[in-house]
């Protein structure tokens, strides 16, 4: 009989990471990382080579991940919110005199960072909403001073491009059909004009992806004319517009990322992510290099960053069934450099592996997820929990998991759908989940575990949903909408109200408010049907036992989203558990917090699907309820 494999503590799971992103300098002489302070995420600085890194930032809260290098090669840049409200603002960080500036200290305001240039080093150019916080205007940052300077008026725009000489010369506008217009000029003083107008069904899939080195034309991703979307190159400068250059194309998956040259901007490979990410050059010079960096890992490859001269990569690879390892790779010298796993304890447990599946939904559409098996299990009667994504314009893909391997872990077969409206395989595929919010975008969830469940997998008594975001709002849709399938169900910042959810999304989504109106249906003129796709209105047929958790700060699926559905499961006296966290917003980014949900999660799926539990390393194999 196979070994039951050791429990992996939650700790080494969903506590902070050991290091994470690397990043090197502009210079490519130090090397920056993330890694815990006194148990709260930093960024690192040291030497290429040396061991004598040290932490620059000091946050003692949330902990910081997003950060970049700046091309004056003095400043680090990092991004920080307070309490999980996404009003994001930048920080910089001086590597010589080691003092941090706030840049831009602005009460409820979000910054976004629009671009940085090698050509351009004492300058970043930022977003802001401090006039209107509904759109972002683009401001000059000087960072040697901090000066700001306002250098684009917002007109609409929900993003924006700027070229090579840091001019703002591109941006998206959102048209009231859900549609969008990349507009553009050929300098700041001219008018915008139009370059191309999608309808909804390829907004999803189109956006400006760089301006060429001369400025002349505009790199983009785009499904006009296609079912997936492909990378194109269209002239911007005067007259009416060509038609888009195709330099790459899948015809059912949207190209997933695009690594351009520093200098001149040319598409130099792209990435189509399929069941895996694959790669193809575009560039001939870079194929022995693709070459030697695939052989150094057999996972999938994600370029992180690169020095200015483009000799020295970093890379990061992520497997199913082993932590992420990272890369350098000199391409003087075509080799690479194990530079280190971002939780290396991980290679002391056995993690499972993780397979990609296919089914036909009722209606006969082709639907792909993956399936994560219990290590050492008999692929038979599992309990089984079906992790839904979030977004839902997003997707599952594959690569190492935290959730997947604790669910196995536990015993558990852990089941991702990339339902109909999951992005990435087309925009027939996206537009096939609109208006399917607890339709058939719930069905095919129903039919992946049905699936599941006719092959022998799964135990069809105990089976459970789970997830966040839209995940968390298809846990509730589960528990009302079929609540016989399901045992119990885990509900992570979910929407209980569809209406009440696109009536109360922050400000700077406003602009993009037709999306959901197409996508999902308008509070204004069809509160009816909102009402009838949404898990509060149907919580008399709650039948099983949920676990929600939310947080306070949540920016996108408000505190009231959670509060009204246990208003009303206690009113009707029905089993749940509700835990609150008073500083996070949408998700949990502090291991404390996190280690406190996971903590609850599984002792919840223990006690209704039978699953093992950190804590009952005496008994492992606890017995389903009856």
Request: aromatic fraction near 6%; charge should be negative; proline fraction near 7%.
């Given at each position: 009989m196979a070994k039951t494999p050791e429990l992996i503590p939650r700790e080494v799971l969903f506590g902070n990471p050991e290091r994470i992103g690397p990043q090197i300098s502009p210079d490519g002489?130090?090397?920056?990382?993330?890694?815990?302070?006194?148990?709260v995420l930093n960024v690192w600085v040291g030497d290429v080579g040396s061991d004598d890194a040290k932490p620059v930032t000091e946050d003692r809260d949330r902990g910081i991940r997003q950060y970049f290098w700046a091309h004056d090669g003095r400043h680090l840049l990092y991004s920080k919110?307070?309490?999980?409200?996404e009003n994001w603002r930048l920080h910089a960080v001086d590597l010589l005199s080691g003092s941090i500036r706030d840049l831009t200290p602005f009460d409820g305001v979000q910054a976004q960072v629009i671009e940085v240039s090698?050509?351009?080093?004492?300058h970043v150019l930022v977003g802001l909403n401090k006039d209107n916080e509904q759109l972002h205007d683009v401001y000059r940052l000087e960072l040697s001073s901090g000066a700001l300077e306002k250098v684009a008026e917002n007109p609409g725009f929900i993003a924006w491009v700027a070229d090579r000489d840091m001019r703002v010369r591109a941006g998206i506008a959102p048209t009231p059909d859900g549609g969008m217009v990349i507009m553009v000029r050929d300098?700041?003083?001219?008018?915008?004009?139009?370059?191309?107008?999608?309808g909804q069904?390829?907004?999803?899939?189109?956006?400006?992806v760089a301006f060429s080195a001369d400025g002349a034309s505009l790199l983009l991703l785009s499904s006009k004319d296609a079912n997936a979307g492909r990378l194109v190159r269209m002239p911007v400068s005067g007259g009416d517009p060509a038609e888009p250059e195709v330099i790459a194309e899948d015809p059912r998956f949207d190209v997933a990322d695009v690594v351009l040259h520093p200098d001149t901007h040319e598409p130099q490979m792209v990435g189509f992510l399929r069941q895996r990410l694959e790669w193809e050059v575009l560039d001939a010079t870079l194929e022995d290099d693709v070459a030697a960096m695939r052989a150094l890992h057999p996972g999938d490859m994600h370029v992180s960053n690169r020095d200015d001269a483009g000799q020295v990569w970093l890379l990061g690879f992520t497997a199913d069934d082993g932590p992420v390892s990272y890369f350098s790779f000199d391409r003087r010298t075509g080799e690479g450099t194990f530079l280190f796993h971002h939780q290396p304890v991980l290679a002391d447990y056995t993690l499972a592996t993780t397979e990609p599946f296919s089914f036909t939904a009722r209606d006969g559409l082709e639907i792909a997820g993956y399936l994560t098996f219990p290590p050492g299990a008999e692929r038979r009667d599992l309990p089984a929990v079906l992790n839904v994504h979030g977004g839902p314009w997003a997707r599952d893909e594959w690569g190492?998991?935290?959730?997947?391997?604790?669910?196995a872990n536990r015993g558990y077969l852990c089941v991702q759908v990339n339902f109909r409206g999951s992005t990435g395989y087309g925009k027939d595929f996206v537009g096939a989940g609109d208006r399917e919010w607890a339709g058939k975008m719930h069905d095919d969830l129903v039919d992946a575990v049905s699936w599941v469940v006719d092959r022998g997998f799964a135990d069809p008594g105990r089976v459970a949903i789970y997830g966040g975001s839209y995940?968390?709002?298809?846990?509730?849709?589960?528990?009302?909408f079929t609540p016989d399938l399901f045992t119990c169900a885990v509900d992570i910042v979910g929407p209980s109200s569809l209406k009440t959810l696109i009536e109360s999304i922050p400000p700077y989504w406003a602009p993009m408010i037709a999306q959901f109106h197409t996508r999902v249906g308008n509070p204004d003129t069809e509160p009816e049907f909102l009402w009838s796709r949404s898990p509060l209105s149907r919580v008399d047929a709650v039948r099983i036992p949920l676990?929600?958790?939310?947080?306070?700060?949540?920016?996108?699926?408000?505190?009231a989203e959670a509060e009204q559905f246990v208003a009303a499961l206690k009113e009707k006296g029905i089993d749940h558990e509700y835990l609150l966290f008073e500083d996070e917003g949408h998700g949990f980014a502090k291991p404390e917090n996190r280690l406190r949900f996971y903590a609850a999660a599984e002792s919840f799926l223990a006690k209704h699907l039978g699953g093992r539990s950190e804590g009952l390393e005496s008994r492992p194999e606890v017995a389903p309820p009856a």
């Open positions: 002489r130090k090397l920056a990382w993330v890694a815990p302070v006194d148990g919110d307070e309490g999980g409200d090698r050509h351009h080093p004492e300098t700041t003083q001219d008018e915008w004009r139009p370059l191309l107008a999608v069904e390829d907004s999803l899939s189109t956006g400006p190492f998991n935290a959730e997947a391997q604790w669910l995940g968390g709002y298809a846990a509730l849709v589960g528990a009302t676990l929600i958790a939310q947080g306070a700060n949540d920016p996108r699926v408000k505190q």
